[in-house]
């Protein structure tokens, strides 16, 4: 089975802090993935990337970085943590696929508070 | 920008009973997906429907697309407590490189 690992479930942090969440998957997959989601408003993409030292803005890339060093390793970084970065944090794998996106493998979530 | 809204917001049934979702979306698409996500949980894929089918089974899950209507349902027959959990569906837009996923449906099942 595919697994997704989020390192942290739960975090909190101050205003103004560097954020570091961590998602490791196991399935050799191309394709990764970074929503965040908020109540009322489902899943927003921040970044995707589709290989290693590769990434793409989503929706939402702003206040958020990423980092792709090793391909079962996605990163992504809020430099200075703001108190509307508060969320519930969504990393997901795909693997590579020519035609139409296919399925997501979902991690079990970071739920960050920023205080 | 949301492609797929689901409705109703938030549904509440009685175990034994059907329930049905329903999404619509704005694009043509390559495909629809559904997720489940138990509370606290991350999502996990129920089932892939393509632009060029009109119907899908996977156990007690059905679903239906309508692309004149830009619209999907998706049914859940002789639901269970355990179905309890909040409901996304997923499409891939015009150009098919990410899936953009609506705010979701809420299902409660009462037993």
């Known amino acids: 089975d595919v697994k997704v690992t989020q390192s942290s479930r739960y975090l909190v942090k101050r205003t103004g802090e560097k954020v570091f969440l961590e998602c490791v998957q196991d399935m050799d997959h191309e394709n990764m993935f970074w929503y965040r989601q908020d109540p009322g408003l489902g899943l927003r993409l921040i970044y995707f990337?589709?290989?290693?030292?590769?990434?793409e803005k989503g929706d939402i890339p702003e206040g958020y970085s990423v980092s792709r060093e090793k391909k079962e390793r996605f990163s992504l970084i809020l430099e200075s943590a703001s108190t509307n970065q508060t969320s519930m944090y969504l990393c997901a794998s795909s693997p590579a696929t020519r035609g139409p996106h296919g399925e997501l493998f979902f991690g079990e979530g970071s739920r960050l508070t920023v205080l | 920008s949301q492609q797929g809204e689901e409705d109703p917001q938030a549904l509440s049934i009685q175990e034994g009973e059907n329930a049905t979702m329903n999404c619509s979306y704005k694009t043509s698409i390559n495909n629809l997906q559904w997720y489940r996500q138990n509370s606290g949980r991350g999502l996990v894929h129920l089932i892939l429907?393509?632009?060029?089918?009109r119907e899908k089974h996977s156990g007690r899950l059905r679903v239906t697309l309508d692309t004149s209507k830009k619209s999907s349902s998706l049914l859940i027959t002789a639901s269970r407590a355990a179905d309890t959990a909040s409901y996304f569906c997923?499409?891939?837009?015009?150009?098919?490189?990410?899936?953009?996923f609506g705010a979701g449906t809420i299902l409660r099942v009462k037993s």
């Open positions: 990337s589709y290989d290693v030292k590769m990434k």
């Open positions: 429907i393509r632009s060029n089918e």
């Open positions: 997923a499409t891939d837009g015009l150009y098919g490189n990410k899936l953009v």
